[in-house]
T-cell receptor
């Protein structure tokens, strides 16, 4: 079967750093994506990892360990606008993405 | 700017009627588009893969006769919810990959909020 796990909710304060973890067990693997989704809106692409290691993009970084079936999204210098759901998604066979249930992040002042 | 356009953004219909949702790729051709459904506070669930010029591929548990998919051109896929019922009320989102590489991200339309009364 396939399984993608993320924490349901997380809270943090402005200016802090937060790490959102994702573990996966899928029948195939062609990379892992992170998306941000604000309520009632479509997901927007944040990052992609296919090789082990850290990918950095401004305030956002994403890490992958294929042997452990593990990824995390690191958000630095949190802002109120970062309050959203963060979706971990696995590309199984180069076509559609399979999504985890998402982590709702609440940033407070 | 947006690379995938979806219309309508909201629709309310009566039980038993049909609703058509359009998904267009802007400035690129998409031989494959993906339709997802999202219930409140749930993740995106893949419903089907729309293939230009051939039949769609449906995920297990998705009724192909209820959710009709047509991908008649390289820039347009449509999802028709037939004989809609209240339990079909959901957020429907289409997506497409711009670029042929498997590491190209999926770009999503803005979604359609369907409410069946």
């Amino acid at each position: 079967g396939q399984n993608i796990d993320q924490p349901t909710e997380m809270t943090a304060t402005e200016g802090a750093i937060v790490q959102i973890n994702c573990t996966y067990q899928t029948s195939g693997f062609n990379g892992l994506f992170w998306y941000q989704q604000h309520a009632g809106e479509a997901p927007t692409f944040l990052s992609y990892n296919v090789l082990d290691g850290l990918e950095e993009k401004g305030r956002f970084s994403s890490f992958l360990s294929r042997s452990k079936g593990y990824s995390y999204l690191l958000l630095k210098e949190l802002q109120m606008k970062d309050s959203a759901s963060y979706l971990c998604a696995v590309n199984q066979a180069g076509t559609a993405l399979i999504f985890g249930k998402g982590t709702t992040l609440s940033v407070s002042s | 700017g947006a690379v995938v356009s979806q219309h309508p953004s909201r629709v309310i219909c009566k039980s038993g009627t049909s609703v058509k949702i359009e998904c267009r790729s802007l400035d690129f051709q998409a031989t494959t588009m993906f339709w997802y459904r999202q219930f409140p506070k749930q993740s995106l669930m893949l419903m089907a893969t729309s293939n230009e010029g051939s039949k769609a591929t449906y995920e297990q548990g998705v009724e192909k006769d209820k959710f009709l998919i047509n991908h008649a051109s390289l820039t347009l896929s449509t999802l028709t919810v037939t004989s809609a019922h209240p339990e079909d009320s959901s957020f429907y989102i289409c997506s497409a990959r711009k670029g042929s590489s498997y590491n190209s991200p999926l770009h999503f339309g803005n979604g359609t909020r369907l409410t069946v009364t």
